[in-house]
């Protein structure tokens, strides 16, 4: 019996096999990761396609550009976050302004947990506005409205228990949250420490408390 014997061809390696969708998820998570910690005028394309392992080709195979790839990472974040929200704000075991601290304590955990290399995506794209595609501008805004009305249910479904004062407009201080978190994850950032964000949030919760 002849038994065939397959030799294999010199020149480059085979190729690896690679699924479209895992690849276009890896480019997006290698985006992120670099975003969260540079800013995206700070960040190339080359970076990402390095840590992946993939040529230029394949990433305009997935995206038209770098602003394109730009707004899938940030709808990508968006999500992501949106999520993790919601497994602290729905959480029905604890009373409303004990679900808004679980969500600060793990945000401040993961701060540490990443020595306060990684920031908030969409908070550090906030501050370097003025140098992105203008179209990132309502992508940006529409984020944070998402992420506001969640924090306004939660901080409603609090005065509806009496936590919070009657008269407090809950959408304004859900609005209130976000600008001071930003800047709190920001000094958290320069000094290195949880500090900025535990004194921003005992501070919000003693005032909307007080809220007239």
């Known amino acids: 019996m002849n038994t065939k014997q397959t030799t294999a061809r010199r020149g480059r390696p085979p ?8 690849t276009k998820a890896e480019l997006l998570r290698s985006g992120l990761e670099l975003l969260t910690k540079q800013g995206f005028s700070s960040s190339g394309i080359d970076s990402i396609l390095k840590k992946v392992g993939v040529p230029k080709g394949s990433f305009y195979h997935y995206f038209d ?11 990508s974040y968006a999500k992501y976050f949106e999520k993790k ?7 029905n075991a604890n009373k409303p302004l004990d679900r808004l601290a679980s969500y600060v304590n793990d945000a401040k955990e993961r701060m540490a947990h990443y020595q306060f290399e990684r920031g908030c995506l969409i908070g550090n794209l906030e501050q370097e506005v003025t140098l992105l595609p203008t179209n990132y501008r309502a992508q940006l805004i529409n984020v944070f409205i998402n992420w506001q009305n969640k924090i306004a249910t939660c ?21 209130l949250f976000w600008i001071g978190w930003e800047g709190a994850v920001s000094r958290a950032r320069l000094v290195q420490s949880t500090t900025p964000l535990t004194l921003f949030f005992e501070h919000y919760l003693k005032n909307i408390k007080l809220t007239n």
């Open 15 to 22: 190729k690896i096999a690679r699924n479209n969708q895992d």
């Open 65 to 75: 550009s770098k602003e394109a790839f730009g707004r899938e990472v940030i709808d």
């Open 85 to 91: 929200l919601d497994t602290h704000l729905l959480n």
């Open 155 to 175: 901080l409603q479904e609090a005065q509806e228990i009496g936590d919070i004062c009657p008269s407090a407009n809950c959408c304004e201080l859900a609005e």
